[in-house]
């Protein structure tokens, strides 16, 4: 799906009418900048270079979203979201800034806001941010409007709460969707950060759906470890870029750092209330285990490993072998295959290596169909053995 249709069928979920934007930045280039763009599409802007102007404008006027800097003179961005949510539950809020910090993200994301958007930023990253934050706060007021309805009903007459829950429901699903596509977007951030990440989650997905199916899975499980294994390596948007993207062998310290993105990952999606996201969880935290014990992050052994695990570590290892690296180039189906085959019962479940083979002419035409271009080939981190 091409970035233009993305954007318009997320300004279409946004509502109608013109919705308003303040933009809360200290640095004035930035706030023309933003507000230029965001006037571009339709949108009503207004500007403020600290919290204080901003609280001011948010008193005296109506917002719908708020693009807010960390770093303010005065008052900071996170205290300046925290009052905007006690005060002005109304306006959704995204994060707009420069400091890279997981910390100072996580705390953000506690605080509510609904994105994270680091500069210097590219404009289809903040289109889509606002697009889908109006979008999910849209949905989050039908909801809890439904609600109220719903307890009217039940006063009014109690045969109307099939209907009322039905309805809650079907929002509750869309918001579940609204998030998923959320921590998808993050986990594309996490995979290449600036860098373009090209087919590498949606191959890793399919590859492991089709062994899902070949393992004999029912249908909602092979669908959640397809969805799950897009988020694997969610947890890499907490290992800092002089790891992530250093273009050299990594030292036995910074190897430390590195493994540490399983556990980082599980931590991220471990308490959804989604049992996809917390199959999710699982492939994140487990995709790294080897069944002869030597894997990470907890050195598990064989069965030890849930099977989600196991599968996504021959997608992955398979994808890997199989796309273009900075250094070296991709090998053939054959040789990937030679290259699992040899390390079937160490590094990979024996039976699922086997299941892989039968079905590795469906793995190539999944590879055809998704191929990278050139300019979308992977510079991802080296891999310890495959």
Same mark, same amino acid.
């Given at each position: 799906?091409?970035?233009?249709?993305?954007?318009?069928?997320?300004?279409?979920?946004?509502?109608?009418?013109?919705?308003?934007?303040?933009?809360?930045?200290?640095?004035?280039?930035?706030?023309?900048?933003?507000?230029?763009?965001?006037?571009?599409?339709?949108?009503?802007?207004?500007?403020?270079?600290?919290?204080?102007?901003?609280?001011?404008?948010?008193?005296?006027?109506?917002?719908?979203?708020?693009?807010?800097?960390?770093?303010?003179?005065?008052?900071?961005?996170?205290?300046?979201?925290?009052?905007?949510?006690?005060?002005?539950?109304?306006?959704?809020?995204?994060?707009?800034?420069?400091?890279?910090?997981?910390?100072?993200?996580?705390?953000?994301?506690?605080?509510?806001?609904?994105?994270?958007?680091?500069?210097?930023?590219?404009?289809?990253?903040?289109?889509?941010?606002?697009?889908?934050?109006?979008?999910?706060?849209?949905?989050?007021?039908?909801?809890?409007?439904?609600?109220?309805?719903?307890?009217?009903?039940?006063?009014?007459?109690?045969?109307?709460?099939?209907?009322? =829950?039905?309805?809650?429901?079907?929002?509750?699903?869309?918001?579940?969707?609204? =998030?998923?596509?959320?921590?998808?977007?993050?986990?594309?951030?996490?995979?290449?950060?600036?860098?373009?990440?090209?087919?590498?989650?949606?191959?890793?997905?399919?590859?492991?759906?089709?062994?899902?199916?070949?393992?004999?899975?029912?249908?909602?499980?092979?669908?959640?470890?397809?969805?799950?294994?897009?988020?694997?390596?969610?947890?890499?948007?907490?290992?800092?870029?002089?790891?992530?993207?250093?273009?050299?062998?990594?030292?036995?310290?910074?190897?430390?750092?590195?493994?540490?993105?399983?556990?980082?990952? =599980?931590?991220?999606?471990?308490?959804?209330?989604?049992?996809?996201?917390?199959?999710?969880?699982?492939?994140?935290?487990?995709?790294?285990?080897?069944?002869?014990?030597?894997?990470?992050?907890?050195?598990?052994?064989?069965?030890?490993?849930?099977?989600?695990?196991?599968?996504?570590?021959?997608?992955?290892?398979?994808?890997?072998?199989?796309?273009?690296?900075?250094?070296?180039?991709?090998?053939?189906?054959?040789?990937?295959?030679?290259?699992?085959?040899?390390?079937?019962?160490?590094?990979?479940?024996?039976?699922?290596?086997?299941?892989?083979?039968?079905?590795?002419?469906?793995?190539?035409?999944?590879?055809?169909?998704?191929?990278?271009?050139?300019?979308?080939?992977?510079?991802?981190?080296?891999?310890?053995?495959?």
């Amino acid at each position: 799906m091409s970035v233009t249709r993305i954007k318009r069928e997320l300004w279409a979920g946004a509502g109608s009418g013109c919705q308003r934007v303040l933009v809360v930045d200290d640095d004035p280039f930035v706030r023309r900048s933003l507000g230029r763009l965001l006037e571009q599409q339709g949108y009503e802007t207004a500007c403020a270079s600290d919290a204080a102007d901003a609280s001011r404008l948010l008193e005296e006027q109506a917002f719908d979203l708020a693009l807010c800097d960390v770093r303010l003179p005065g008052e900071s961005g996170l205290e300046l979201v925290e009052r905007v949510a006690a005060d002005h539950p109304e306006v959704a809020v995204i994060m707009v800034s420069g400091l890279d910090d997981q910390q100072v993200a996580e705390t953000a994301l506690e605080l509510g806001v609904y994105d994270y958007v680091l500069k210097p930023f590219r404009a289809n990253d903040v289109f889509v941010a606002v697009a889908n934050a109006l979008r999910r706060r849209r949905l989050q007021r039908e909801a809890q409007a439904d609600r109220q309805r719903m307890l009217s009903a039940l006063v009014e007459h109690r045969g109307a709460l099939r209907c009322a =829950h039905a309805d809650l429901e079907e929002h509750k699903a869309l918001l579940r969707d609204a =998030h998923r596509q959320t921590l998808c977007r993050l986990a594309r951030a996490a995979e290449f950060r600036d860098q373009d990440v090209g087919h590498h989650l949606e191959r890793v997905g399919r590859y492991s759906g089709v062994l899902a199916r070949r393992l004999g899975l029912d249908r909602a499980r092979c669908e959640a470890i397809g969805f799950g294994s897009r988020l694997h390596d969610v947890g890499k948007i907490g290992i800092p870029d002089r790891i992530l993207l250093k273009p050299a062998p990594l030292d036995p310290d910074e190897w430390a750092v590195m493994e540490q993105h399983t556990e980082i990952g =599980h931590s991220l999606l471990e308490d959804a209330e989604d049992e996809s996201l917390k199959l999710a969880a699982t492939i994140a935290l487990t995709h790294h285990e080897r069944v002869d014990g030597a894997g990470y992050p907890r050195g598990l052994v064989g069965d030890a490993i849930p099977l989600e695990g196991r599968i996504v570590a021959i997608a992955d290892a398979y994808d890997a072998l199989t796309s273009l690296r900075p250094y070296r180039p991709a090998l053939g189906v054959g040789e990937a295959v030679e290259e699992i085959l040899a390390h079937r019962g160490s590094q990979f479940d024996a039976r699922l290596v086997d299941l892989f083979v039968v079905c590795v002419e469906e793995f190539g035409a999944i590879g055809d169909g998704l191929r990278d271009s050139p300019t979308e080939a992977s510079a991802d981190w080296p891999e310890e053995g495959l």
